[in-house]
């Protein structure tokens, strides 16, 4: 899934968040990139993607979870979840997967603020021409 060519970009939202579309306007201008973007509102990931996510971001199952989303702070904050558990329970409720999150051959990272997209087009630009 996380197989990307040299300008493709893999762009994970929740078009339900206001600040995911707006973050995907921005994405959609970056230069000289293909964007492959994947609504998780309307599309289910396995838990296979999911794993392949965490490790291309390097981060935990945990750490995926929106922290402040009220799924996370109703069902897994405080108590303690098996990473198996929390996968089938982020699989499940993929409105609580912190989004958006940009990919690309170089990096991936999650990004905080919608014009963070324009920051990383820059670092993306500053890698190609080095």
């Known amino acids: ?4 060519g ?5 762009f994970l939202y929740n078009s339900k968040k206001l600040e995911d579309k707006e973050a995907y ?8 990139h293909v964007i492959n973007e994947l609504d998780i509102s309307k599309n289910d990931m396995t838990p296979t993607q999911v794993s392949e996510l965490a490790n291309k971001l390097n981060k935990r ?3 995926l979870f929106d922290k402040d989303s ?4 109703d069902q897994i904050q405080g ?8 996968l089938t329970l982020l699989i499940k409720e993929k409105s609580a997967l ?4 940009l990919i690309s051959e170089e990096k991936a990272e999650v990004l905080e603020y919608p014009r963070d997209t324009i920051k990383i087009d820059m670092v993306f630009n500053a890698i ?3």
């Open 79 to 86: 108590k303690n979840i098996v990473e198996s558990d929390l």
């Open 25 to 32: 306007a921005y994405a959609l201008t970056l230069h000289k």
């Open 6 to 10: 040299k300008n493709e970009i893999k």
């Open 98 to 101: 912190k989004t958006p999150i």
């Open 128 to 130: 190609k021409e080095d």
């Open 70 to 73: 009220e799924y996370f702070k």
């Open 61 to 63: 199952i945990i750490d």
């Open 1 to 4: 899934m996380f197989e990307l």
